[in-house]
């Protein structure tokens, strides 16, 4: 029996349909059934009835039900206790960050934090917003840095700022000529794109109502990648303020027709205690 099937057991228990329970659990309704199956196969029979109105449990589920609770909290408790046995001389906070999130604020942050507490000891982790959110409900992640929207039923979202985004260009590119861009001259430029971006929707979607579309003659999930082709001429990227450099070699520029901007929070798992030490660094994180 592995902890996922027992999670994701418990999350249709709550949520009484695959569906929502696999959006609770930030995985595919497929990987979410498949383990549920699995489970069932291990236990001997089925845990659930489906019908129309969702799903119910058999009487083997019931019987289950409270066992498995048991078995969820004890894990956790005991990763809570592990962790408290080698945090007794140090401070470590670890902080799981979104791919897009830009370094400028958060590194700020941290250095004042450990101005005020040096025997904190912080480990900065980039990845995918799945893995971050698994990460923060198994305990490896303190707190999770993101612009995606989570439900507040499983997560304490504590806002830390707003940031636009603008256009970045290589100082010579024919857009610096402008102070700005309009979306009509960004349909005439080759872009740079970032398929992970959580405005890229938004942007595109733009440009479709004013009737323009963009071509990307790159794509990358890596923002130095793109940033480096931005500063050889070969197109424009989109990215937050917080992820524009200090580049003599490159220039933002605002767009005028629209205000593309996002909101990036800081993310705690409701079902884990969170420590005064990860409280007052997401303090010092609200202070950007």
Same mark, same amino acid.
């Given at each position: ?23 609770? @659990?930030?995985?595919?309704?497929? @990987? ?19 019908? &129309?109105?969702?799903? &119910? ?8 039900? +409270? ?24 401070? +470590?906070?670890?902080? *799981?960050? *979104? ?39 198994? *305990? ?53 794109? &970032? ?9 595109? *979607? ?83």
């Amino acid at each position: 029996m592995e902890m996922n099937q027992v999670r994701y057991f418990l999350a249709v228990c709550e949520h009484r349909n695959f569906t929502h329970a696999a959006s609770a @659990s930030n995985v595919s309704q497929p @990987s979410l059934t498949a383990a549920i199956k699995k489970l069932e196969e291990e236990l001997g029979d089925a845990l659930f009835i489906r019908d &129309r109105a969702g799903c &119910r449990l058999t009487p083997l589920g019931k019987l289950m039900r +409270p066992r498995l609770e048991r078995v969820h909290t004890e894990t956790r408790e005991a990763k809570a206790e592990a962790v408290r046995h080698t945090r007794l001389e140090r401070v +470590p906070i670890s902080v *799981g960050i *979104g791919e897009t999130i830009g370094q400028r604020k958060i590194a700020d942050a941290v250095e004042r934090f450990r101005v005020r507490l040096p025997q904190a000891e912080i480990e900065l982790i980039v990845a995918s917003f799945d893995a971050l959110l698994t990460g923060l409900r198994d *305990g490896g992640f303190d707190i999770v840095i993101t612009a995606e929207d989570v439900s507040d039923e499983l997560y304490r979202i504590d806002p830390l700022y707003r940031e636009t985004y603008q256009v970045v260009v290589a100082k010579d590119h024919p857009l610096t000529r402008s102070t700005s861009v309009s979306l009509a001259d960004l349909a005439d430029t080759t872009m740079l794109d &970032r398929p992970n971006c959580e405005m890229r929707d938004t942007l595109h *979607g733009t440009c479709a109502d004013h009737g323009f579309a963009l071509y990307a003659a790159y794509r990358s999930n890596r923002v130095d990648w793109l940033i480096e082709l931005a500063r050889r001429g070969s197109g424009a990227v989109l990215l937050p303020q917080t992820a524009i450099p200090d580049d003599n070699n490159l220039t933002s520029l605002p767009i005028d027709d629209v205000e593309i901007a996002r909101n990036v929070t800081a993310l705690r798992y409701r079902h884990q205690v969170s420590r005064p030490e990860a409280s007052d660094l997401i303090r010092e994180f609200s202070r950007l």
